[in-house]
Every structure is written in structure tokens, then in C-alpha cells.
């Protein structure tokens, strides 16, 4: 059997890009069971031999702070690979051997792969990797993950650590006088009674008593509540005391003496720093202009607009091949098939709607693209530094700047990769607020919604009412962020303490392997959903059929555009589009804008094209919206106002089939999904009927 | 040498940890970040509405908010 090894590092370390110089393309990405952390997984051929890796989450300790720490500390421990590659930034040692020191304390094999060395040595840090090894009693192995220099040398060393059969002991840390003697005390117990020994160390369980881990001892609690509440006893007498005569706390007075360890072994040695004194490195200089006061929000503007050109610039062609590729086959389909039933669920139903889906993929890839560039240079970290104050305000989060502009915060783009993009957030509580107001922004789809509107109607202002319709989504958007964080998702914010990672220059294999694989996961995950929601939507619009007579007679009047409507009002989606009027109606909807809408709620494309149908005018789509905007502008249905009401209720109203699967999936439960189609819906309404109302009194 | 809060510092001013007066989650995320009594820094600059605040430590930068700060003390240069 393949031996595993798990690769553990803080972020910014260079971890995933030793992994990926380890894995090349042999790797594999799913999730943690349960939640959205990424679990890569990957193979490393070394002669004859294949080894198993593991790219465990960056994190900075293996406290149960974060989803990322719980998950890298389970593993460890439920899984016990065979030796825990654990990658330390060279330019950064002091805080990186942190992590290093608690996973040594878990009992598990590590061999230091001492990473960006030749950063360091550009620093004048100079390492001396026999003694580190000597002291930290694991081995080092010196590794420049771009180039990947050195990796050979470190799977050896993995490779020779993982044949050894004895365990390493622990490294010889004093917590200090109070916290050793309760240490000493609650060793024996815990081995004589084998709580938790399955998994963990006697010695690492009593830390994490002393820390007051919630999740080690509720498991302690269970497996053995005497026992443990025998050790929450000791924990206290010791709190008390420290408390009293230090003022302070053990889990404080530990992570002190953890630090106070490393800072000492840096000393005996280890550490040489030539002309430390107030040097700028060059991401010091950098920032100097980047987070400047006044230049830096200025440059991040630039920064965001450009992102945003150069992403539609490019995906501009790709997605008209697409398109046009779909039209084709649309086209052969017609030509091929008998007329009929089947003829229509291939064509309006499996090759539109899926072609919708694909259509996106250019958008989606160039996107992340971009994102993958932001984020790998360091700049995405800056952004939500500067945005922060702005944010806080709302109960969101610096790092959710990112997600709603992704999502069309600045007009035209998609909430599908905006969703998506919210895993930068770390907060539980943040991110899920962020998911549910990110679809509030004006995506590529509801766009020609719009520009249709107000082309038809407010023509003489139609700059003035596209920088409206931007400031009013982002007031909704945040209000209800604002809503939402005092309700349902209440809670404190969480700690912004964040790293500004020095500015690197992403590596193309990275941006290739990360940006891919987001869009592989969309194509996908919603090309399945999307492919039957628009089976059953076609299937809402074609049956039940009209009585044959009725047809005959259509077709013998030469009426082939009543015969559309007449089909459609019909159908099941035309039934409910007419049940609905009573109540849309006071939003200035009938049923035929309804039928339009019940489409959005599968894509925003559909609402134009379906409008188009509704409307008796055949096949409408977006590029020839002209047509039905005159029609729209002379109908005795359509004022200004409905015009408005409706930009309003698209606006709101519940996320598309694609972006409520992505929520589903980045929330952890469909019930968010759920959630955020009603709860949307109802706003929507509720706004639109407002101004429909106050506009009609006002008699507009 | 003056003791004072972290939120009260200038940029560019230097100075050293005397004391993390938090405790639960938030001392653990501020002490497992490195900021811990005895870490030197430098104010490294503050966002366009003055929080949160960039901090130089030796290998690194942080970022955290005055609200943050307000539970480390600070001896200053």
C-alpha cells in the first residue's frame, strides 16, 4: 500500500505550489466530508515507487478556530498519515514554526520542508538547518517550491521518516512551572484510562484541556465524564491560580511559552539576520503606493474596472463560438428531426438550455483567471484591507468586496463565480450574509433586462438610470446584509486579523490548475441541474397542447404568431402566469410578463426570450431586443412605471437555478438555497408593488 | 519608553508587546498570529478610513482592527 503523506503549512508558505510541483497533474479535488474546504489529493512517483498526498488547508496554528483548522487537525489525527510534510516560509520562520511545534505535540512524524530559501537569502537570513533539525529533533530539508528545487531531497527524507518505527518524542517545551505540574498531573490519568487515546497523545489531550478546547473535551465528556470532569477540575485550580497571582490565563501562558521556545531556539544559532534594522523589502515599497490613503483606493478602482474589461474583452469571441456552435447544432437538430413533440424537448428544451449554461464558461474561466491572479499576487488581501471600515459597517466583511463585485457590483457580472468567490471569507457568519446578497448585483443576465427597459422607456436618461439601477441594487444589497446580520444570522463579527502576504508573481501553473478546476466544478455540478430544470421548463410551456381544431384554425388563418400565444396561455406556465395576475398585477405585472419570470428564476437570459414569445413576436433573443422594446413602448400595458417596477422586481428577485445550486453548495445546505429564492422573491415583490403604488397615487 | 494602546500609535511608529489583555478565540487568533509580550513591530500604515491598521512584524505583515487593538499594549520607542 501506497504510503500517504499530508502537506501542512501555514497559507502563503507555498504549500499548494509545492504540491502542485510534487503532483504535477496527477491530483484531485473534492471536499472535506461536510464542509467547503477543498481537500486536494495527489500522487508522487518517485522511481517504482508512488506515494499518497495529502494538501491539507493553510493554517496558521491547530486550534478549533476555523473550518480550516478543525479540518487539518482531524485528519491528522483520525487518518494518522505517515509522516506530515510541513512546509515553513524560510523568510518567516519564527511564526511558521508555531504551526510546526503544535503538530510535533500531536505525535505524528514531520519532516520541515524549509521553503523559499532563496527569498531568505535575498534577505540576508541565513538558517542553519543541522542545528534547527538538532533542536527540533525532525528533519529539514531545504526547498524553493517554484522551481522545484529540492523536492527530490524531501520526499526521501519522508520517505526514509516514514520507515522508522519509533515514535519522536516531544519537543522539550516548558509551559512553566503552574502549567507543568498540572501537566504532570493529568498525564498519568489520562493514559490510565485511555481517554481519547485512540487519536491523540495522554500529553497534547491534557494541553488541550488546559486550553479549554471545546471540541477535545466535549469528545472527552462522552468517551469519559467522570474522568473528564476530574481534568476540568485541575484545569480550574490551575486557571484560578494564574489568574490570581499572574493575571492571566493557561491557554494564553502556553501560546507564550510555545513562542518563547522558538524565540530562544532561533537564538542558540539558528537564526543569522544581516543588517535587520528598519529594511523596506520590496512589498514594503509596493505598498507604500498600493494601500496609500489616497492612491490606493484610486489604483484599486483601476484595478477592479480592468479585471472586468479584460474579462468580457476576452470572453467576448470564445462565447460567441459557443453560441454560435449551439445555434448549429439547433439548426441541425431542425434539419434532421420529424416535427414534433421530441423535435422541441431537444432543441428548445436540451440544446438551449445547456448551451445557456456553456455559454457562461468563457465568462466563468477568464474570471477566475483574473481572481486566481489577484489573490495568488497578494493584491485581493490589500483590497479587503481598504474596504474593511466600509463594510463592517453592514455586519459583511473587507473580504467580501471581491464576491460582489465578481457578482456585478460594477454592472455585468455572474453571481455563479461571486458565490464562488466567497470562499476567500473565512467567517462563517460574514460569508453566509455575503451568499445571500451577493445575487442582488446586477449580473451579465439581468443587464439586457434592463437595457431593454430602459431603452423602451427611458430613453432620454438612459446613463442616468443604468448608474440608478447600480445604486439602488448595492443599497438593497447591503441593507439587507445589514437585516440579516441583526436576524438570523446575528452574531458578533468575527476578529479581522488578517495576513497582508508579501506580493509574489503567480506561478502559470498555478493560476492554470486553480482557475480550471473552479470552472470544471461549474460546468459540472450546474450543467447537470440546469439541464433538467430546462427539460421541465419547456415542459411548463409546452403542455398541455392546444385541441387540435383550435390549431387547424390558427394555422388556416395564416396566424402563426396568435398561434404561439394562444399555445403558450395554454400551457401549464401560462395557467400560473394568469393565476398570478390578481396579485402582480399590482406591481404593474399580467400574465404574460409573469410566464417571463417564472423563466428567470432558471436563467435571467430567459426572461427577454420568453418575453419575446409572450409578446406574439416569435423568437426574440437578446441581440435583436429592439423589436420588442418598440413593442413594448406603443402596448397599452407598459408605462414607465411598470417598466420600473419590473427593473426593480428582476433586480431582487430569487437567484437563477445556477447560482442557487452554487449557494447550496458553498452554504453547506440547500435550505440557504431555498431560503434565498423566498425570502429574494418576497423582498422583490414587496419593492415593486411599493413603487408601482406610490408611483400610481403620485400619478405617474 | 511609554506604555500605551496599540489604536493610539502613529504610523511608522515602533514599538514592542507588553500584554494581550484578551482571552477566548480572539487572544488565541492575536497570540497565534505571533503577537504575543516581547514581539517588536513597526505601524506599517492604516486604511483610507483609518482602521484597520497594517502592522510590520519581523518576517511579516498584519492587519487587524482598532477594535482589535484596543486589547494589546504597547511600550513604544
Known sequence: ??????????????????????????????????????????????????????????????????????????????????????????SNLARNLYLTLQIIEMGIPVCIALNMVDVAEGRGIRIDIEKLSELLGVPVVPTVARSGKGKRELMDAAAQLAEKTDRISFPPISYGDDIDAALAEMEPLISGKNLLSGHYPARWVALKYLEKDQQIVSVGDAENPELSSELLRIVDRVTLHLSRTLNTDPEAMIADHRHGFIRSLLRQGVLHVENESSRLYLSDRIDQVLINRVAGPVIMAAVVLLLYHVTFALSEIPGQWLESGFAALGSIADARMADGMLKSLVISGIIDGVGGVLEFVPIILFMFVGITILEDSGYLARVAFMLDRVFRVFGLHGSSVMPFIVSGGIAGGCA?????????????????????????????????????????????????????????????????????????????????????PPYRLPTVRGVIIHAGERTWQYIRKAGTVILAISILLWALMSFPTLPDHQVEAYQQAGMEAELARAELEHSVAGRIGTTLEPATRLAGFDWRTNIA????????????????????????????????????????DWRPLTAFSLIIFVMFYSPCFVAMVCIAREAGSWKWAFFSMGFNTVLAIVLAVMVFQAGTLLGL | MACINMRQMREKQSGRITAVRASGELGRRIRDMGLVPGTRFTVKGRAPLKDPVALRIAGFTLALRNSEADYIDVEVE
Request: proline share 5%; hydrophobic share 50%.
Open chain 1, 1 to 90: 500500500m501506497a504510503r500517504t503523506f499530508a502537506l501542512a503549512g501555514n497559507p502563503n508558505s507555498g504549500k499548494t505550489t509545492l504540491f502542485n510541483a510534487l503532483t504535477g497533474a496527477r491530483q484531485h479535488v473534492g471536499n472535506y466530508p461536510g464542509v467547503t474546504v477543498e481537500k486536494k489529493t495527489g500522487v508522487y512517483r518517485m522511481g517504482s515507487r508512488e506515494f499518497f498526498l495529502v494538501d491539507l488547508p493553510g493554517t496558521y496554528s491547530m486550534t478549533a478556530y476555523s473550518m480550516e483548522e478543525v479540518v487539518a487537525r482531524d485528519y491528522l489525527a483520525m487518518e494518522k498519515p505517515s509522516v506530515v510534510v510541513d512546509i515553513v516560509d524560510a
Open chain 1, 416 to 500: 455563479v463565480p461571486g458565490v464562488m468567490a466567497a470562499r476567500t471569507l473565512k467567517s462563517p457568519k460574514e460569508r453566509l450574509a455575503t451568499l445571500l446578497t451577493v445575487p442582488f448585483m446586477n449580473c451579465g443576465a439581468k443587464l439586457p433586462v434592463f437595457a431593454l427597459l430602459i431603452g423602451a422607456f427611458f430613453a432620454a436618461y438612459k446613463a442616468w438610470m443604468m448608474f440608478a439601477v447600480t445604486i439602488i441594487s448595492w443599497a438593497g444589497a447591503l441593507i439587507v446584509a445589514w437585516v440579516l446580520r441583526h436576524t438570523i444570522i446575528r452574531g458578533e463579527p468575527m476578529p479581522f486579523i488578517m495576513e497582508l
Open chain 1, 597 to 636: 419570470l417564472l423563466g428567470g428564476f432558471a436563467a435571467k437570459e430567459v426572461i427577454i426570450s420568453t418575453l419575446g414569445t409572450a409578446y406574439s413576436l416569435g423568437e426574440v433573443d437578446v441581440e435583436e431586443a429592439g423589436g420588442l422594446s418598440t413593442r413594448l413602448a406603443s402596448s397599452d
